[in-house]
């Protein structure tokens, strides 16, 4: 284990964020999380099948007396549904789950919100240990303990806010992640540099073709970076009364492109969370920049890195822009005082900005 990174999340729920190659073996950080009896291991049907025999052997070991049984929904972002989750809750009723119970969710932020949220539920509350399988889960998702499923009026809509006991990321998962789904998680890495410090960006320009490939050892100084640009906001604003909400920059534009396509899935060509917010990023700097706030130069910037990476940078055809404003009227980061926006006054400093013009948002999308 000479190789794990450990970054703490503090706060009023204080956890580890375990990173590190083979963590899924390592019966120590399992057992450290685990408390009682039962667990519940909740995965995907692309995860399950790589994976979750070998959790389950690593919670045998942690506990020989543990009883587990597995939850594995088919993947995909259509099935963050409350129909899903209710099967979730029936799996912790068969398995006979006390107050004292884990679920593990092993998969991406598909299955870690999905579980999360059935921990948050489950008589009141259970433990969830969050073991991310994608990059976007390990950087973002499985950090803060946001929790949801989605509804057909919009993604995230119900849901609540429970922090991990332990993430425990190990970062071999990656090897089998399809690039598409790497390339989604790099968004989230870009994204903290965009909101909270440029010097940030210019190590991802530096280091974008060995992301890219996958580079083990630069896949982990990325994880570890962003978990602990992620640690300090959530330890200081775990309810998003203030700057966490920052952590949403590329999201109001992001997930109406989302909701508007309908949510990628099996055989879908709709743009997953990562590319939705890649696009909804550069969205956000050129209406900050067209709003006057900030340098047009850095939109292109921040533009061209993440093609760079991979990752589309505008507006998927056919989708109007009027109904991702109507879209973005039903975020959640929209109040009573109109749509909100976090926009930047340059790279690395974000903002959160009300009462922005329709217009100024609609001329923004209809030009890119
Ligand atoms: P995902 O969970 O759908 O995973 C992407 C795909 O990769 C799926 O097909 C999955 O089966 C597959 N997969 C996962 N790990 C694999 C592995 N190691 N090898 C092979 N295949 C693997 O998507 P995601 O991008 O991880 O998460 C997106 C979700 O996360 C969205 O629902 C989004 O709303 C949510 N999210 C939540 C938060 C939060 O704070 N809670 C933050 C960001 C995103
Ligand atoms: N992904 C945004 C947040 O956790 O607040």
Not at 45 to 71: N, W
Not at 121 to 139: S, Y
Not at 288 to 296: K, Q, V
Not at 354 to 366: K, M, T, Y
Request: net charge negative.
């Amino acid at each position: 284990m000479s190789t794990m990174r450990t970054v703490k999340v503090d706060g009023e729920a204080r956890y580890d964020i375990c990173i590190g190659p083979g963590l899924l073996d390592e019966a120590g950080l399992f057992a450290h999380a685990l408390r009682g009896k039962h667990a519940l291991i909740v995965s995907d049907e692309h995860v399950a099948p790589l994976y979750a025999e070998r959790v389950e052997a690593t919670l045998r070991k942690a506990r020989p007396a543990l009883k587990i049984e597995r939850f594995v929904l088919p993947p995909g972002e259509q099935e963050k549904t409350l129909a899903r989750f209710c099967q979730c809750l029936d799996a912790l009723a068969t398995l006979g789950a006390t107050r004292d119970a884990a679920v593990v969710a092993l998969g991406g932020g598909v299955v870690g919100d999905l579980a999360g949220f059935a921990a948050a539920c489950w008589m009141r509350g259970v433990d969830v240990v969050q073991v991310p399988t994608t990059l976007l889960a390990m950087v973002d998702s499985s950090v803060g303990g946001k929790t949801a499923v989605d509804l057909p009026a919009g993604k995230n809509l119900v849901g609540a806010f429970h922090p991990p006991r332990a993430v425990i990321a190990d970062t071999t998962t990656l090897r089998t992640l399809p690039p598409r789904e790497l390339r989604a998680g790099l968004a989230e890495v870009v994204k903290y540099g965009a909101i909270f410090e440029a010097d940030f960006l210019t190590w991802l320009e530096a280091n974008a073709a060995s992301l890219l490939s996958g580079q083990d050892a630069v896949l982990a100084e990325a994880i570890a970076r962003s978990c602990h640009y992620k640690a300090e906001v959530v330890s200081r604003d775990p309810y998003e009364h203030g700057e966490r909400a920052l952590l949403n920059f590329g999201h109001t534009f992001g997930h109406a492109i989302e909701a508007e396509q309908g949510y990628s899935g099996a055989g879908s060509d709709a743009l997953n969370h990562g590319e939705a917010v890649a696009v909804g990023m550069v969205l956000a700097a050129r209406l900050s920049a067209a709003l006057g706030r900030a340098p047009a130069t850095d939109a292109e910037r921040l533009a061209h890195l993440l093609q760079r990476l991979g990752l589309p940078t505008t507006v998927p055809d056919g989708l109007e822009p009027d109904a991702l404003l109507s879209r973005m009227r039903l975020d959640k980061k929209a109040d009573a005082g109109g749509l909100r926006f976090i926009l930047w006054d340059r790279a690395g400093q974000a903002k959160v900005v009300s009462g922005v013009p329709d217009e100024q948002v609609l001329a923004v999308l209809r030009a890119c």
